[in-house]
């Protein structure tokens, strides 16, 4: 744990703020402190305790972010399917294969995509 009193310390430092004077409790668990101030900052236990890993955790979705990515890869995906269409002059049992799968890839993210605006509709938080 002396590892990862160092690591806190420094990032307290660079944070200009107090790291947790003790990071483990009495029977050698993590202590509310030190809990309480990696998740005010967001930081990664596996980073804190082990040194592994990214130094924040990665913040929870939302529901405005997932429509988001879902919609640019809504777009993509019709993008290469145009592509696939366009290179697509021969029929052969890979550009078939090809055509039904980019097809079957654009049905899934359309259904994604319905999905996820209904969950919208549905008073889900953002």
């Given at each position: 744990?002396?590892?990862?009193?160092?690591?806190?310390?420094?990032?307290?430092?660079?944070?200009?703020?107090?790291?947790?004077?003790?990071?483990?409790?009495?029977?050698?668990?993590?202590?509310?402190?030190?809990?309480?101030?990696?998740?005010?900052?967001?930081?990664s236990?596996?980073?804190?305790?082990?040194?592994e890993?990214?130094?924040?955790?990665?913040?929870?979705?939302?529901?405005?972010?997932?429509?988001t990515?879902?919609?640019?890869?809504?777009?993509?995906?019709?993008?290469?399917?145009?592509?696939?269409?366009?290179?697509?002059?021969?029929?052969?049992?890979?550009?078939?294969?090809?055509?039904?799968?980019?097809?079957?890839?654009?049905?899934?993210?359309?259904?994604?995509?319905?999905?996820?605006?209904?969950?919208?509709?549905?008073?889900?938080?953002?």
């Open positions: 744990m002396k590892d990862a009193l160092s690591r806190l310390q420094n990032f307290a430092l660079m944070a200009q703020e107090q790291a947790p004077a003790l990071i483990d409790g009495a029977d050698g668990e993590p202590s509310p402190a030190f809990l309480d101030y990696c998740s005010k900052h967001n930081l236990l596996d980073w804190v305790i082990c040194g890993g990214e130094m924040r955790r990665r913040e929870a979705p939302n529901l405005a972010t997932i429509e990515d879902a919609t640019f890869l809504h777009g993509l995906l019709q993008g290469v399917c145009v592509l696939v269409d366009t290179l697509n002059h021969s029929a052969s049992p890979t550009s078939n294969a090809l055509n039904a799968l980019t097809d079957e890839v654009v049905q899934k993210a359309d259904r994604l995509l319905s999905d996820i605006s209904r969950l919208n509709m549905n008073g889900e938080t953002r």
